[in-house]
T-cell receptor
Framework: GENVEQHPSTLSVQEGDSAVIKCTYS??????FPWYKQELGKGPQLIID?????GEKKDQRIAVTLNKTAKHFSLHITETQPEDSAVYFC?????????????FGKGTTLSVSS | GAVVSQHPSWVICKSGTSVKIECRSL??????MFWYRQFPKQSLMLMAT?????????EQGVEKDKFLINHASLTLSTLTVTSAHPEDSSFYIC?????????????FGPGTRLTVT
């Protein structure tokens, strides 16, 4: 079945450094790729997303790149801050019986130390 | 905008009892809502897709008689865990899709922590 692989599972960086999280998806029909940030005990929050007709998207310190040929997409966080510490999930759109849905990666725990 | 609420935020119940969790879209209408389950330090597992006015579609391995889902209006979906057991203890999260929004975007609620004793 469809799946999304996410690496690394944990990532520790110093404040001010950059962080990169990578995902690979299997369904060639996927055309929407969001990234979510989840803090402890809370629901996921959408931080950025990208669609298949775009190769890169940036929003201040956060950027996402997409390589549809290789089925890879990545999250880039620059100038990391302690408040960026959280679990980050990538996801890819899929078609299910009920319509459209998202399939999630297993998450990356990002720790930013000051 | 695009705020989704869940109630309660946490609940403790005894084995054998039922628990109802509400998911509301506060500032938009949602024809589709999703229910997820998340175990500690794991990813989100889709349990079911709830479409307003119709029966929910459950993912493989999810017992529809145990996890009752109702989506009676464009702003409210409920998940009832029936005859709860300790193994049902988990973090339950709903998400909603804006009827006027992009087809894939989902907005998540804050989650409900269920503990069954």
């Amino acid at each position: 079945g469809e799946n999304v692989e996410q690496h690394p599972s944990t990532l520790s960086v110093q404040e001010g450094d950059s962080a990169v999280i990578k995902c690979t998806y299997s369904d060639s029909a996927s055309n929407y790729f969001p990234w979510y940030k989840q803090e402890l005990g809370k629901g996921p929050q959408l931080i950025i997303d990208i669609r298949s007709n775009v190769g890169e998207k940036k929003d201040q310190r956060i950027a996402v790149t997409l390589n549809k040929t290789a089925k890879h997409f990545s999250l880039h966080i620059t100038e990391t801050q302690p408040e960026d510490s959280a679990v980050y999930f990538c996801a890819a759109s899929i078609i299910i019986q009920a319509g459209t849905a998202l399939i999630f990666g297993k998450g990356t725990t990002l720790s930013v130390s000051s | 905008g695009a705020v989704v609420s869940q109630h309660p935020s946490w609940v403790i119940c005894k084995s054998g009892t039922s628990v109802k969790i509400e998911c509301r879209s506060l500032d938009f209408q949602a024809t589709t809502m999703f229910w997820y389950r998340q175990f500690p330090k794991q990813s989100l597992m889709l349990m079911a897709t709830s479409n307003e006015g119709s029966k929910a579609t459950y993912e493989q391995g999810v017992e529809k008689d145990k996890f009752l889902i109702n989506h009676a209006s464009l702003t409210l979906s409920t998940l009832t865990v029936t005859s709860a057991h300790p193994e049902d203890s988990s973090f339950y999260i709903c998400s909603a899709r804006d009827v006027a929004g992009v087809v894939y975007e989902q907005y998540f609620g804050p989650g409900t922590r269920l503990t069954v004793t």
